[in-house]
């Protein structure tokens, strides 16, 4: 019998910046951590099998999901973008990824979505995860397709996933948002590792902040995860303002949880 809830574990987007802070954790988790990327890989740890491999491709797909039980994904386009890259890597990619998880009896997947889901609430408004959906770009319009998706999955197949919101996942806060938004890297590992171990997850969606004290979301109905974020980035408050001074309520950097995302144009025009 395995020590690990999952044994053979696949990660995709391993060469960026999220990917990257995740590797180490997930080797120590389970037996196999197959890591891929569109871009080149280099493995770094003894139990690491590399896959580079592309979400566009159906094929693919097929092949990265062989003899794997849970997947961890962070590939995908992770910024706003124009139409046709958001469409290929998060909405193509995503179904793409899901086909290989049915045809591969994948028990389960925890993904990389984002506060750009719910990126047009105001700021003065704490929103929990069952709140309807106000997409703030092309980028956030895809991750609201993944979570369908993944819905879906759940409902019909019996795929679990767990939908991680994630807001502001940085070395440090860097401006006034990031006060509210911030997720340490440490916290980031704690709650990946949570929604891992956690028995049953079915469809979770939780938002993934630390424990900051201008928090802008209510994980009330994800208590089941577990996952006791440690880092504030109220610790950084004098720093900031030291650099940037005061943010008067009406700039866009903070009318939102979206910030400039909500604020900005069309990526295409
Ligand atoms: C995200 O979803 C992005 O992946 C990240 O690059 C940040 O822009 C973050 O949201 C954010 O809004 O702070």
Known sequence: M????FSKILLTGAAGALGEQLRKTLSQNCNLLRISDKEKLVKKFENEEVNQADLSSPEAMIDLTKNIDCVVHMGGQSVEGSWSNVLNSNIIGMYNLYEGCRKNNIKRVIWAS???????YPRSEVIDSKVPTRPDSNYGLSKVFGESLAQYYWDKYNI??????????????????HLSTWLSYDDLRRLIISCINCPNVQHSIIF?????????TDNKYAKHISYKPKDN??????LIEKKDGFVDSTDPLVT????YFASSGHFDD
């Open 2 to 5: 395995s020590k690990h809830k």
């Open 114 to 120: 984002s506060v750009h889901t719910v990126g047009f």
């Open 160 to 177: 679990e996933t767990v939908s991680v919101r994630i807001y502001s996942c940085l070395e440090e806060p860097k401006d006034h948002r």
């Open 208 to 216: 993934g902040v630390s424990n900051n004290d201008s928090i802008l």
């Open 233 to 238: 980035g109220e610790s950084f408050r004098a």
């Open 256 to 259: 939102t949880h979206g910030g």
